[in-house]
C-alpha cells in the first residue's frame, strides 16, 4: 500500500524558474516530512523537514508548505539552478518511530541552462 | 557528504546465494536504518537498529535480518537471494540526541543474476 504519493515524476523547468513537487499521504498519524535530494549515485540527502505545527518552513531557496487538513504537502525551489538537476523524494514518519520513513515515488527534475 | 559509509560499493550474486553489506555510521549516531531502492523507485525501509537490537521493521521477509555492533556498525544479511532483491541498499543513520534526522551512505548496488 502506496502511504504517500508524489507527482510529478517528472519535471522540466527553465533556469531561474520555480519547481513544484507534490505530495500526499493517507496515515494521519504521520507527523514529521522530510524532503530528500538523490544525485545519480548517490544516497538521498536530507533537504529540509518539517512538522505539522506549521504551515511552511522556508531555508533559502527551499520551501515546505504544509496543509494539514488535505494531508498534502509541497516542495518549492525558488531560481532553480542547473545543479538542483536530480530527483528529489518526500517521506513521512511518526515522529516516535521517526527513521522509519515511509517514501514517495521520486521527481525526476531537470533544470534547463 | 554524510560520515555514513557503505561496503562494498557494488556487488553480483547469483541467485540462491546469501550476501552481506555493511555500513559504518556516522560519529555520535547510534540508530542505523536499512533501506532498499529498486529502480526508479523511492527507498522501501528494511529495519532499524537501536541499541544493538532491532527496533521496527518493514514488509519485508525474515531472509532478511541484520546486525548491530558495539560500535553502531551494522550489517544487512539476504539469504536465497532472489532476482528481485536487485537494488540499491541504502543506509541511514541517526543521532543520540533523538533527532529525527536521518543521514544516508551512498548505498550499495546489488545484482542478483
Known amino acids: 500500500q502506496q502511504q504517500v504519493k508524489q507527482s510529478p515524476q517528472s519535471l522540466i523547468v527553465q533556469k531561474g524558474g520555480i519547481s513544484i513537487i507534490n505530495c500526499a499521504y493517507e496515515?494521519?498519524?504521520?507527523?514529521?516530512f522530510p524532503w530528500y535530494q538523490q544525485f545519480p549515485g548517490k544516497g538521498p540527502a536530507l533537504l529540509i523537514a518539517?512538522?505539522?505545527?506549521?504551515s511552511e518552513k522556508k531555508e533559502g531557496r527551499f520551501t515546505i508548505s504544509f496543509n494539514k487538513s488535505a494531508k498534502q504537502f509541497s516542495l518549492h525551489i525558488m531560481d532553480s539552478q542547473p545543479g538542483d538537476s536530480a530527483t528529489y523524494f518526500c517521506?513521512?514518519?511518526?515522529?516516535?518511530?521517526?527513521?522509519?520513513?515511509?517514501f514517495g515515488s521520486g521527481t525526476q527534475l531537470t533544470v534547463l541552462p | 557528504e554524510t560520515g555514513v559509509t557503505q561496503s562494498p560499493t557494488h556487488l553480483i550474486k547469483t541467485r540462491g546465494q546469501q550476501v552481506t553489506l555493511r555500513c559504518s555510521s556516522q560519529s555520535g549516531h547510534n540508530t542505523v536504518s536499512w533501506y532498499q531502492q529498486a529502480l526508479g523507485q523511492g527507498p522501501q525501509f528494511i529495519f532499524q537498529?537501536?541499541?544493538?537490537?532491532?527496533?521496527g521493521r518493514g514488509n519485508f521477509p525474515p531472509r532478511f535480518s541484520g546486525l548491530q555492533f558495539p560500535n553502531y556498525s551494522s550489517e544487512l544479511n539476504v539469504n536465497a537471494l532472489e532476482l528481485d532483491d536487485s537494488a540499491l541498499y541504502l543506509c541511514?543513520?541517526?543521532?543520540?540526541?533523538?533527532?529525527?534526522?536521518?543521514?544516508f551512505g551512498q548505498g550499495t548496488r546489488l545484482t542478483v543474476v
Open positions: 537498529y537501536y541499541r544493538e537490537e532491532e527496533n
Open positions: 541511514a543513520s541517526s543521532p543520540i540526541t533523538g533527532s529525527p534526522e536521518a543521514f
Open positions: 496515515n494521519t498519524a504521520f507527523d514529521y
Open positions: 517521506a513521512a514518519s511518526k515522529l516516535s518511530s521517526a527513521r522509519q520513513l515511509t
Open positions: 518539517i512538522r505539522p505545527d506549521v
